[in-house]
């Protein structure tokens, strides 16, 4: 019984001193853009979705003319590849949502 009383006593002293291991971690936040590059860094993050909402547009506009030429020979359609780019859309479309959820 004495050297359960002995943890305890020693416990509470580790925890009246403060252990490193019970401080608190510090939220960040957002962060903070470095001085004068805030706005360019997202200039260029506004060309990337650009280019790649348009990347988006071509592969459904490159599959959906392979599927016709496939059709129109009389070949099987590959689906398969259209599910891979309508994927990549909706990825590149909830990106920054994602991104705001993981951090």
């Given at each position: 019984?004495?050297?359960l009383a002995d943890v305890l006593v020693q416990a509470r002293l580790v925890h009246a001193a403060g252990a490193w291991w019970a401080d608190p971690?510090?939220?960040p936040g957002g962060g903070v853009a470095p001085p004068g590059v805030g706005g360019h860094v997202l200039t260029i993050l506004q060309w990337i979705a650009y280019l790649a909402s348009a990347a988006c547009v071509a592969?459904?506009?490159f599959c959906a003319a392979r599927m016709a030429i496939a059709h129109r020979r009389g070949d099987d359609t590959n689906v398969a590849q259209l599910g891979w780019v309508l994927a990549a859309c909706v990825l590149i479309g909830a990106a920054s949502g994602i991104v705001g959820a993981l951090i």
């Open positions: 019984m004495s050297r971690v510090p939220d592969g459904i506009l």
